[in-house]
């Protein structure tokens, strides 16, 4: 046997061996490759061609053997055989691609791979394969009678032209111009891609709007758990929702449970805007029984946005039903507290307002806040009001921000005393600045008069604090924008106090020449 | 086909064409020259020379044989025509070829036979070796010297899917390995010979129309897939979707399927459900993957036609089925109108079938591709049983490429009516013989498959 031959063979065999053992990315696997390779390459520069012949538990080049293995697991020989390789031809040209994707078939060991199918999968040019089907008997073929009629068949023959309004004279021209070239290529072309799912999925709909077939739905599952697994919720949300419009068959039902919840842990920081709204569109057809498992997924949303895109759909799928949540009003985890609490106001369902009055001292600054945006849904703004107290200056900010929102004309006595008192100036701004915009939202007619006493006031001490607080009453004039508050506007930019007249000729800026009145 | 075989081709055919109509100080012709000369440097740069054989009606390329297809099917078309009417058998191109050289040797295509060989000999070409055919060649097709293989091949194919469809239609397991496999020996089987495999679906079995029409739409919409360059990847595709295309009436009742005579209205309404009911077997049968997909959607819209017309209803009319779906449309209908049938016992003769894809294209059939179609089985398909001007009745062996209204025939029967093992002529070497109409084989007692099974 040719020295060449046998080493060829034993690289063969050290590479598979080696893609059993490693990736094919590992250097080890890379050696024996790169060296199988290169000696076959130049076996092929001056022979052209190699033949192996597979054998039950042998390969053999011509008369020799030149491998043998007679244990079945492990025999490269006999895999080949089994199904049906009887001869492999490697040619010169190879390149190293296909010379890797032959090792790599032929190294898959699973009792369900077909390598003789897997190998006319791949298409390899200069590697190819003889092989014999598993059924060796002789095929018998007959030649079929040509039934007899007693007609006239040519008379046939012109009755079927006379009905097809056709004659044999008329011109065929089958030439294909460069233009019809180009539009078959980009047909060609189009379908060298991955068929597009949501053909496929609208004809299964389609299918199954015709004819009830348990088939269809199962394979709809399946295309849904596949879509889903693969962040593809365009085409999770197509199936499911027009099978829901046809057939009124809601599919999460069949794959809704924890696990699948969980994975979403993470997915809505990272999807692409597109995506997350798919998402969203898909967490709609989820049930209640989903929700206890989406709210603890909330907990690590950094994205504010998604986080109430999505508290908005867990509050859609309760339907008004606030039970679902009622447990997590006693978890120590503030942030899953904290989604219950929101989610629980955007149900809107008043028979919670009782579970949260007593959180409302709840030491934490984010549950008291997430409880003002829970009444602030519920229109809860007397218990708001309450909250006007509390320690924490952006606590009280929200819940001025709430009442703002929301109206609570009973509220408007309380923040014009709070902001005539001398204490009003050592708030920060936004607090200062939240005080006003509440005012004005909560006004009643005195408004103008307490907004022009502020305003106009004779401050000896704290000039520069008073300052701001004669800007924002300006500011909140000039947002009233009537008749009287422009008029009062304009009489201070005619003040001898400078300040005074700069600031309201700055809130003149921002009303409106006609000074219509806002119903004041 | 490699692409550097076909740039190669191309440039040779544009070359010859130029030196036809230009003279050689043409900027077209000095272009041309530098294109091929680039093209063939290449090869040379490698360390191989160029050879082109024709062999059989086929064109290969250094040993590798050239397939037909629509891109590049003018020239190889030209190449081989040529070649067939000099007698050449290979063209070979051995470094240190000159422009001159080249020039001088592409001008003497535009002679006939004797004129070329004479000139070619006189001129001493160093760089081109020409082979010529010492006498006329066999024009007994490749299937039938040699085709033991591929009728193997394609009763195998035959029972295989048979099998397949009597297992759905009892419910029993079915055997999607073997279905598999026959996939891919039609595949290799096409590209070996394209017209073996496509004479045998020619052969039609009465009692098993279901089994025979869905291997024979495989493998038609095989041959087209082939023809339009596609890859193996979407051949199998192709193949699979052509051969489940009616799987679907495994889930109708057999006396529907099998009633001879006509159906009832409401038995045809209940009939055009199968292209439904082949969504559901299709799955069952392969689950889900890319050729289950392509399989699906063309057993779903086989009857969807061009213009927006077919069952079952589209949502909108302006879907288009797939390319696959519009490829089997045509294999189907071309198939089914020349299959006997119980409802139609005469089946269309293949010449009429043609001509009435052709005169339904952009209604029923996408043009382009009945163009294609028409290309491949020719105006009078493998089989077809002819009326010559000689008296002569005569059947069609294979397709001329380029030729689509003269094939090779093979004399049955002669001007006194009695039956002959008579010659093989090519039509398009032939121009006295002419093709008076095709007519039913029936009427002269000739069974055509006889001369595909038997020789």
Redesign the interface.
């Known amino acids: 046997m040719p020295v060449k031959i046998t080493e060829l063979t034993n690289d063969l065999v050290k590479t598979i061996k080696a893609a059993q053992m490693y990736q094919t990315t590992h250097p080890s696997f890379k050696n024996f490759f790169n060296q199988l390779y290169q000696d076959l390459v130049e076996y092929l520069k001056t022979n052209y061609q190699i033949v192996f012949q597979i054998e039950r538990f042998s390969i053999r080049y011509e008369d020799y053997v030149v491998y043998e293995e007679t244990e079945k697991d492990i025999s490269i020989a006999f895999r080949l055989f089994r199904d049906g390789i009887r001869e492999i031809k490697f040619s010169e040209g190879i390149t190293d691609d296909e010379l890797l994707i032959f090792i790599e078939v032929i190294s898959r060991t699973d009792r369900d791979q077909d390598i003789a199918l897997n190998l006319w999968e791949c298409d390899l040019s200069h590697i190819s394969f003889y092989v014999v089907e598993e059924e060796e008997e002789k095929l018998t073929y007959s030649i079929p009678e040509m039934p007899k009629m007693e007609i006239n068949y040519d008379e046939a023959v012109k009755g079927v032209l006379s009905k097809e309004k056709i004659e044999f004279t008329d011109k065929i021209n089958v030439d294909i111009t460069p233009e019809e070239l180009r539009q078959l290529k980009s047909a060609i072309t189009e379908v060298e891609k991955q068929i597009p799912i949501g053909i496929v999925i609208s004809t299964l709909i389609d299918a199954l709007k015709k004819s009830q077939s348990q088939e269809i739905i199962d394979a709809l599952v399946e295309m849904l758990e596949l879509s889903i697994s693969t962040n593809d919720f365009n085409n999770a949300c197509l199936i499911v929702n027009q099978l829901w419009n046809y057939n009124d068959i809601n599919l999460i039902s069949r794959i809704e449970n924890e696990t699948l919840v969980m994975s979403f842990a993470g997915l809505p920081d990272i999807l692409d805007e597109q995506s997350f709204n798919d998402f969203i569109a898909l967490i709609g057809f989820f049930s209640k029984k989903s929700v206890a498992h989406f709210v603890r997924i909330l907990k690590n949303i950094k994205n504010q946005q998604r986080l109430e895109a999505l508290r908005n759909r867990l509050a859609y799928i309760c339907q008004g039903d606030p039970s679902p949540l009622i447990d997590f009003l006693k978890s120590s985890d503030l942030q899953i507290l904290t989604n219950a609490i929101v989610i629980l106001g955007i149900i809107k369902n008043r028979s919670v307002i009782p579970l949260l009055e007593n959180l409302i001292l709840h030491p934490s600054v984010q549950v008291r806040m997430a409880i003002i945006d829970a009444l602030t849904e519920l229109g809860e703004a007397k218990m708001i009001a309450g909250f006007l107290n509390d320690v924490q200056n952006e606590v009280r900010i929200k819940a001025l921000h709430a009442l703002e929102r929301i109206k609570y004309p009973p509220i408007y006595q309380r923040l014009i005393k709070t902001i005539k008192k001398r204490a009003f100036l050592k708030l920060n701004y936004n607090e200062q600045k939240a005080y006003f915009n509440c005012l004005v939202a909560n006004r009643d007619n005195r408004i103008t008069r307490h907004l022009e006493q502020i305003l106009f006031k004779w401050a000896i001490f704290s000039g520069k604090k008073y300052l701001i607080k004669r800007q924002l009453a300006a500011q909140a004039l000039a947002k009233l924008n009537s008749s009287k508050a422009i008029e009062i506007l304009k009489k201070g930019a005619e003040k001898r106090n400078e300040d005074i007249r700069a600031i309201c000729k700055n809130a003149l800026k921002f009303t409106s020449t006609k000074g219509e009145d806002k119903n004041v | 086909m490699s692409e550097s075989s076909k740039d190669f081709i191309n440039s040779l055919y544009a070359l010859i064409k130029a030196t036809f109509v230009y003279d050689f100080n043409n900027d077209v012709v000095i272009n041309l020259v530098q294109r091929f000369l680039q093209n063939i440097n290449k090869f040379f740069q490698a360390g191989n020379q160029i050879e082109i054989l024709r062999y059989r009606d086929y064109i290969f390329f250094n040993k590798v044989r050239m397939r037909f297809e629509?891109?590049g099917?003018a020239s190889l078309q030209f190449l081989e025509e040529v070649l067939k009417k000099l007698w050449i058998k290979s063209i070979t191109f051995l470094p240190g070829l000159k422009s001159n050289e080249l020039l001088n040797f592409c001008s003497l295509f535009k002679y006939d036979k004797d004129t070329f060989i004479q000139n070619y000999n006189q001129s001493g070409f160093g760089s081109i070796q020409v082979e010529f055919l010492t006498e006329q060649e066999e024009l007994v097709p490749e299937f039938l010297k040699d085709g033991e293989q591929i009728?193997?091949t394609y009763?195998?194919a035959l029972?295989v899917t048979k099998n397949l469809i009597q297992n759905l239609w009892n419910r029993q397991h079915v055997d999607t390995?073997?279905f598999?496999?026959v996939i891919?020996?039609l595949i290799?089987s096409l590209s070996q010979d394209e017209f073996g495999l496509i004479a045998l679906t020619t052969?039609?079995?009465?009692?098993e129309y279901t089994y025979n029409h869905s291997l024979n739409v495989g493998v038609l919409s095989l041959a087209m897939g082939q023809r339009?360059?596609?890859?193996?990847?979407?051949l199998?595709?192709l193949g699979t979707a052509g051969l489940l295309h009616d799987i679907g009436k495994v889930a109708i009742s057999k006396q529907i399927i099998d009633k001879p005579g006509a159906l009832t209205k409401e038995e045809w309404e209940i009939l055009k459900?199968h292209s439904?009911?082949g969504?559901?077997?299709i799955?069952?049968t392969r689950g889900?993957d890319?050729i289950s997909?392509?399989s699906?959607?063309t057993s779903?819209?086989h009857h969807w036609n061009y213009n927006g017309t077919g069952y079952?209803e589209r949502?909108d009319q302006k879907t288009q089925p797939?390319?696959?779906a519009r490829i089997v449309r045509i294999c189907d209908a071309y198939d089914a109108m020349t299959t006997?049938r119980p409802y139609q016992?005469?089946p269309?003769?293949p010449?009429?079938a043609?001509?009435?894809l052709?005169?339904n294209i952009n209604t029923y059939f996408d043009a382009?591709l009945t163009?294609?179609f028409?290309?491949i089985f020719g105006?009078y398909p493998v089989t077809s049983c002819l009326e010559l001007n000689t008296g002569d009745i005569a059947i069609v062996l294979r397709q001329n490429p380029g030729h689509?209204d003269r094939p090779i025939i093979k004399i049955v029967l002669n001007n006194k009516g009695e039956k002959v093992n008579g010659p093989i002529i090519d039509l398009s070497m032939d121009n006295k013989i002419n093709i008076i109409?095709?007519?039913?084989?029936?009427?002269y007692?000739?069974?055509p498959?006889?001369h595909l099974?038997?020789q």
């Not at chain 2, 339009?228 to 979407?234: D, S």
């Not at chain 2, 109409?437 to 009427?443: E, G, L, V």
């Open positions: 629509v891109e099917y009728k193997k009763f195998k029972k390995r073997s598999r496999r891919y020996t290799d052969i039609k079995n009465f009692d339009l360059g596609m890859e193996k990847r979407n199998v595709k459900n439904i009911y969504v559901s077997e799955i069952k889900l890319d997909f392509a699906l959607l779903y819209q079952p949502l797939t390319l696959y006997s016992l005469l269309y003769l010449a009429v043609i001509r009435v052709w005169s382009l163009k294609v028409i290309q105006l689509i109409k095709a007519i039913y084989p029936q009427r007692d000739i069974n498959g006889e099974l038997t």
